[in-house]
């Protein structure tokens, strides 16, 4: 099997949309109930991505000003043309917001914590542009477990070629389990730390609508199948085909589980 070295691209927001946003946009409403964050509060999103979390607050928590981080051009322009004019958009790393301390009451992260280069930096940050007695909250992808979507991907492409498994998402990214997200609120002075799970159905008409956002090259996994010849893609797309669950009508359900995390700054 013949692979470039691959890299976790994270540039074409609509390629991003057809392979995660749109379960993204699922999760979003419930980590918002789970927050039950009551109206008239400042909020951030650092790692906005597209903007499916910015636009679950705005439709579920009337706040009072609602902003967004993320370092990708490409992504914040999908956002823009989402979202009202009135939220704030900034082009920026999450280890190095550009707001300035307390500048808002909760600060949120959805399913981007794994991927910035220093977790610990970058929740230090959202606590310090978090109010004293805000609410810092994040939710992660279980990748080593119930994230079938990516994990039956990772065990087909180790199953071809045993070298893929030094990039499975499972085995890379730590914060994909509660205690680990625990450990890490705690660790820079979060309190009243509390865990919980996100449950939810993947549903796909086809084998087609599964396999053809990995090929937009955008994530992890995609970007692991795009560095891919054709000859070695194509094994690993029958691998995939045969191992997964397929429904007599040719459709496919697959099970998906996000962690939450929320703290309270204290200081």
């Known amino acids: 099997m013949t692979i470039a070295k691959p890299t976790d691209s994270w540039h074409g927001g609509d390629a991003y949309e057809r392979y995660m946003g749109r379960w993204s946009r699922q999760v979003a409403p419930r980590f918002l109930g789970w927050l039950d964050a009551p109206p008239g509060h400042r909020w951030l999103d650092v790692g906005c991505g597209t903007g499916a979390l910015c636009t679950a607050i705005l439709a579920q928590c009337t706040p009072a000003a609602m902003s967004g981080v993320d370092p990708s051009a490409g992504f914040l322009a999908t956002a823009r043309s989402r979202l009202p004019a009135d939220v704030a958009l900034h082009q920026a790393a999450a280890g190095a917001l550009p707001l300035p301390e307390a500048a808002v ?138 191992s997964l669950p397929m429904q007599g009508d040719g459709s496919l359900q697959l099970a998906a589980r996000a962690w939450v995390a929320r703290g309270t700054v204290m200081r």
């Open 105 to 242: 009451d909760i600060t949120v992260s959805g399913l981007v914590l794994n991927f910035v280069p220093d977790a610990h930096a970058a929740l230090r940050e959202m606590a310090r542009v978090t109010a004293p007695g805000g609410t810092v909250a994040v939710y992660v992808w279980d990748y080593a477990e119930k994230m079938e979507l990516i994990r039956r991907y990772w065990d087909a492409a180790v199953q071809v070629d045993p070298a893929a498994r030094a990039r499975d998402q499972g085995e890379r990214f730590p914060l994909c389990r509660p205690e680990a997200l625990t450990a890490a609120f705690e660790a820079v002075g979060l309190q009243q730390v509390a865990t919980s799970a996100i449950e939810l159905a993947m549903r796909f008409v086809d084998f087609d609508d599964y396999w053809q956002p990995f090929l937009g090259g955008q994530g992890p996994a995609p970007a692991h199948a795009m560095s891919l010849d054709e000859a070695s893609r194509a094994r690993l797309r029958d691998a995939l085909r045969a």
